[in-house]
């Protein structure tokens, strides 16, 4: 190694005049001025390998709160599709509510009779190709409905006869119409819950909320 050193700096006390110093006893100072070469040049690339991680740490820092940040939001909307859902469930509930309660006012305002003129109709209505048939009633609609029959077929010019009988198990406005391929059995009362049924149906499943766990992240997972 090549260099310049003060040689006063160094601990050495000469006389005046010229002076060759022996290489035994410059020796230690070469291998000092090495090591400390050798020592800056280590710390220059530790320096440069911890501004590299830290740099990595940053990225990587910035890269996990990113999709954190998704993560939150997309629960976020979740949560915000659920509470949506609840309330459009809840107001769809209270519409089928009020259309059920209002077709049973309406029903409500006919009388038995009426009533059950209506379902003789849409019995025969079914039964179009019978030419006869047999009318099943309750008890205390037998009289006005033998006197009503004739002007029901009238509107269905295919039907002969139509025989109005009896039948204990009825109950106003019942009804049951028979010919020799079947039956239809008239039932207001079914017919409702059936109306019901149907619209209860139709309206709006709400799904059960997804649930995301807590401690999920981006990176989750195991560590070695």
Do not use: W
């Amino acid at each position: 190694m090549v260099g310049y050193y003060r040689l006063r700096e160094l601990g050495f006390r000469l006389s005046a005049g010229a002076h060759v110093l022996p290489k035994s006893a410059f020796a230690p100072i070469e291998a000092a001025t090495d090591i400390l070469v050798e020592a800056d040049a280590m710390a220059a690339e530790t320096l440069a390998q911890s501004r590299g991680a830290y740099e990595e740490e940053r990225r990587r820092g910035y890269e996990e709160g990113l999709a954190a940040a998704r993560l939150d939001a997309a629960e976020r909307l979740l949560r915000e599709n659920d509470a949506l859902d609840r309330s459009l469930a809840a107001l769809e509930g209270g519409i089928v509510d009020i259309v059920i309660e209002s077709v049973r006012r309406l029903v409500a305002e006919f009388d038995d009779r009426a009533k059950a003129e209506t379902l003789v109709r849409r019995a025969l209505k079914q039964m179009r190709r019978e030419k006869r048939a047999e009318l099943r009633v309750a008890p205390s609609q037998f009289d006005e409905m033998r006197g009503a029959i004739d002007g029901i077929i009238e509107d269905f010019p295919e039907v002969d006869l139509v025989d109005v009988v009896e039948d204990a198990a009825l109950e106003a406005p019942q009804i049951i119409l028979e010919t020799s391929i079947g039956r239809v059995e008239g039932d207001l009362g079914a017919s409702l819950q059936a109306l019901e049924a149907a619209i209860r149906s139709a309206a709006t499943v709400v799904a059960e909320p997804v649930a995301i766990p807590s401690d999920a992240g981006p990176h989750g997972g195991a560590t070695g």
